[in-house]
Every structure is written in C-alpha cells, then in structure tokens.
Nanobody, 120 residues
Framework: QVQLVESGGGLVQPGGSLRLSCAASGSIFSANAMGWYRQAPGKQRELVAAITSGGSTNYADSVKGRFTISRDNAKNSVYLQMHSLKPEDTAVYYC??????????????WGQGTQVTVSS
C-alpha cells in the first residue's frame, strides 16, 4: 500500500502562488502515473493535473497555463506549482497515485488532502 503525504497548502491572495508537494512511500512510485485532484465544498472531486511515469502531462482546462505538475522519482515526490491563483481555485487538494503507468488504470491510493484557500 502506497502512502501519500501532501504539504504546501495555505491561504493566499488572488494572483498569488503556492507549491504543493506530495511525498510517496513505496518502490512503485516511479512506475506509476501521479495526479492532483481537488474538491471544493459542495462539488465533486475533479482532476487538476496528472503526469505519467514517462513525464507526459495533462491539465484541466481551468488551470492550463497557470499550474504545472512535475515529479522527482529520485525523491518519490510529485509537485503542483500554482500561479495566478483565483478564488475559484479554493479547495482541498489531494495527491493520487494511479494503479499503473497511465491514467486509464485508475487511482489506487489517495493522500489525506491539503487545504488551499484563495482569498483577499
């Protein structure tokens, strides 16, 4: 069982930046796709960004050009750099590891979540 621990959330003003980090335990990390999801109050959890084991990325339309996902296999970590944050980005952000190399394999494990609040 892979364990995921997120960090880096917090309160930021509109237009600001945050960097989320997710540290994973387990040797399968480098072979699996990783993703960041978010869930705002009263809304369904949605995919924000994902990265395959080979480094291919995809993003939700709402964050394209503002967010960047990256991974460091040597550190068993995945990151989400967020710029130009908007109030509608406010949500609990979850790190996820997929069951295989690609997104179609589905999420295998979730982190506990980290709160991101964008407000003046």
């Amino acid at each position: 069982q892979v364990q995921l621990v997120e960090s880096g959330g917090g309160l930021v003003q509109p237009g600001g930046s945050l960097r989320l980090s997710c540290a994973a335990s387990g040797s399968i990390f480098s072979a699996n796709a990783m993703g960041w999801y978010r869930q705002a109050p009263g809304k369904q959890r949605e995919l924000v960004a994902a990265i395959t084991s080979g480094g291919s990325t995809n993003y939700a339309d709402s964050v394209k050009g503002r967010f960047t996902i990256s991974r460091d296999n040597a550190k068993n970590s995945v990151y989400l750099q967020m710029h130009s944050l908007k109030p509608e980005d406010t949500a609990v952000y979850y790190c996820a590891v997929y069951s295989g190399r690609y997104l179609y394999t589905g999420v295998g494990s979730w982190g506990q979540g980290t709160q991101v609040t964008v407000s003046s």
